[in-house]
């Protein structure tokens, strides 16, 4: 995915125009050697023939282009970034290794999308009548098996997503510390689920085991992120503050989780009476 050939546009009528794209797709602080690779992914667009050329692009506000080109908003170009990586999923990691304003808002959204795989596999492994209909059945043998093992490795996935989305060493070998961290802190997040969820009521347990796979997942991928930006971990405090931000922010995508799957277990359940 990180090495993915990726083209982007660009569609402005001045040469002034043009410079200011380029400073925002290559900013000042980006190395000479990372600057060139960024410019060789550029296209100024001269002909009609070009649009085709190009994965997407920015465009001169008020300049016609096609749809997979975007406006270019000079005094909010961070809109312009939330609107391309809304529509163009599967060129997060191209675009945030090749580009840095796509970076910081490319890694949140891995983070964001692996916590919520977690928190919906968690809550489906919880209810039985959902698992099969999902899962092969080998996911489906053993609690820990079904949970730890899937959670971990997702988050050993989401570690290499980043990792390629920040133009970092990507892989087992190369990422061994990190990944070690992972492993290490599975049995944790683990036991404060099994915790929570013995102390409330069957629903709300639901709702609690998802939000600590979230949360726990979450703060495992800004912890990966500042390691990769900053060179440096979270504290024990700083932990406990993304933890805490995640198990509010999660709280809605959880609960809707934990709907979507209730009513696929009742509605596999009556099937089943049915038959």
């Known amino acids: 995915m990180s090495e993915r050939p990726i083209s982007m546009g660009v569609l402005a009528a001045d040469d002034d125009l043009y410079s200011l794209i380029l400073s925002f797709l290559i900013p000042p602080e980006t190395s000479e050697a990372k600057a060139r690779q960024a410019f060789d992914c550029i296209l100024r667009v001269a002909e009609d023939q070009d649009f ?25 170009p961070s809109a312009t970034v939330k609107l391309i990586l809304d529509d163009h999923e599967d060129l997060w990691v191209p675009l945030a290794k090749r580009f840095l304003p796509f970076r910081e808002s490319a890694v949140q959204r891995i983070i964001w999308k692996i916590s919520k795989e977690n928190a919906y596999f968690t809550v489906a ?3 039985p009548n959902v698992v099969p209909s999902i899962f092969t059945l080998p996911w489906a043998v053993g609690e820990f098996a079904s949970d730890t093992a899937f959670l971990t490795m997702n988050q050993v996935r989401m570690a290499f997503l980043i990792a390629a989305a920040s133009d970092s060493d990507v892989g087992y ?26 102390k409330v009521p069957a629903g709300g347990g639901l709702v609690s085991k998802g939000l600590v796979s979230f949360a726990g997942t979450y703060v495992v991928g800004v912890g990966l ?13 700083e932990k406990r503050q993304q933890y805490a931000y995640a198990f509010e922010r999660g709280r809605e995508s ?8 209730t009513a696929l277990g009742r509605s596999t359940a009556n099937a089943r009476a049915v038959s």
């Not at 990190?178 to 099994?194: D, E, L, P, T």
């Open 52 to 76: 085709g050329r190009c994965d997407l692009g920015l465009a001169q506000s008020g300049i016609p282009h096609p749809e997979h080109f975007y406006a270019f908003e000079s005094r909010m």
């Open 125 to 127: 492994t919880a209810l």
């Open 173 to 198: 070998q190369r990422q061994k510390a990190q990944i070690s961290s992972i492993v290490a802190a599975a049995f944790g997040w683990r036991a404060i689920a099994r915790e929570m969820v013995s």
């Open 225 to 237: 992120d500042r390691v990769l930006r900053f060179g440096r971990h979270l504290t024990r405090e």
């Open 254 to 261: 959880v609960h809707q989780i934990v709907e979507s799957l």
